[in-house]
């Protein structure tokens, strides 16, 4: 769906908000706002750490789409498996990655997801039952292809999420898990976070058919939703989650958001139309929950309750020490790894591990 403008909720000057969910007790919708402030925050926090030269490389993050991840990850249950890109912070707050743990994640630190092992966003926590992301997009769609496929062969009623960009559709692997998932009616749901850009190619220069028409031709549900509402995601996130466990395969669906930052810390976003993000800017998914909640809910002191939360863990973090140089590979090859070296080929050792 191209801009969107026209979409439930997107109406800036309607102050009355329109209450999506039926699925949803009053718990979870300011369980879902809370998440979305707690991504915002840890982000905010990262990008002045990054500027303090705290973290290495550059920094990504999902300014202004937090209702995609926030609310899919909520429709999800804990059995399932989602691989989490990266604009996707909310899905590992949503599982429970502990703040300290994310923020020593992109600061490299001993104490990190990855235990300093990888770039920032390359993270997942295989307990908490995110999958890390590759980096070549959207590899993630076969992963979780791949995942659905294992848990419809065990006969297990679980199902597998993957999120993924408008630029991935213009990729192969894109092709291949959508024609597999549907010919083999995998538990599997593709959430597009179209964001309008792919770094700076605007939609425009991406496709000529909408990826909820292509869903349809490959044979599965198309569906698009408003991407800022949170509740929106949850609810359509759902539907397709109790389709794919009651066998009835992959769902696509569409959450349609913007880009509010560029696409790391370094780019400056001027090719994004400044009267295009003050039009997104007016539907900041965060501010809508809020007004939702406003009658029944202290925003402000729920407010500083995260922000207090992501003080105390950038101080647990900043004291983390970094990895100690000798342990580089713990943890990266399998136990049972042959050692490099013996003249045998390293990978014929390898332990089989499960999804
Ligand atoms: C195959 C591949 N090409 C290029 C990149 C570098 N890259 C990382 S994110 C990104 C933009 C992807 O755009 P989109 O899929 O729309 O996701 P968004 O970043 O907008 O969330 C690019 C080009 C990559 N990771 N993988």
């Known amino acids: 769906m191209a801009m969107a403008m026209g979409i439930a909720g997107s109406d800036a000057a309607d102050d009355s908000v329109a209450d999506v969910s039926v699925h949803l007790t009053r718990a979870d919708r300011v369980e879902l706002l809370r998440t979305m402030l707690t991504m915002r925050g840890i982000e905010q926090r990262a990008l002045n750490l990054y500027r303090q030269g705290r973290v290495p490389g550059s920094f990504y993050d999902g300014f202004g789409q937090e209702a995609v991840s926030t609310g899919a990850t909520f429709a999800m249950a804990a059995e399932d498996r989602i691989c989490a890109l990266h604009r996707d912070l909310a899905a590992h707050v949503v599982r429970g990655t502990a703040l300290e743990r994310i923020l020593a994640q992109y600061m490299g630190r001993a104490t990190g997801v990855t235990q300093g092992r990888d770039g920032n966003v390359h993270f997942g926590d295989k307990d908490l039952g995110v ?51 549907a010919v083999q009616r995998l538990p599997v749901i593709f959430v597009l976070e179209n964001n309008q850009f792919a770094y700076s190619t605007p939609l425009a220069k991406q496709w000529t058919v909408e990826p909820i028409e292509r869903a349809r031709a490959y044979g599965m549900p198309g569906v698009s939703v408003d991407g800022n509402d949170a509740e929106a995601v949850f609810e359509a996130v759902r539907a397709a989650r109790e389709r794919a466990i009651a066998g009835g395969g992959p769902t696509l669906v569409e959450a349609v958001t913007m880009r509010m930052h560029g696409h790391a810390a370094h780019d400056d976003m001027r090719y994004v139309p400044a009267e295009l993000l003050a039009q997104w800017r007016e539907r900041d ?24 939360a992501i003080d105390a863990a950038t101080a647990v973090a900043l004291r983390a020490p970094m990895p100690d140089p000798a342990t580089a590979t713990d943890g990266v090859f399998a136990e049972q790894a042959v050692p490099l070296g013996d003249g045998r080929a390293p990978w014929s050792g390898f332990a089989r591990t499960e999804a």
């Open 131 to 181: 999958v890390g992301m590759v980096s070549m997009l959207p590899d993630m769609m076969l992963v979780a292809t791949g995942m659905a496929m294992a848990f419809k062969l065990r006969g297990e009623a679980r199902a597998a999420l993957t999120f993924f960009g408008d630029g991935s559709t213009s990729r192969g692997d894109f092709h291949e898990a959508l024609n597999w998932a």
């Open 285 to 308: 998914p965060i501010e809508l929950q809020e007004r939702r909640l406003a009658a029944e809910l202290d925003v402000a002191a729920l407010r500083a309750e995260v922000q207090a």
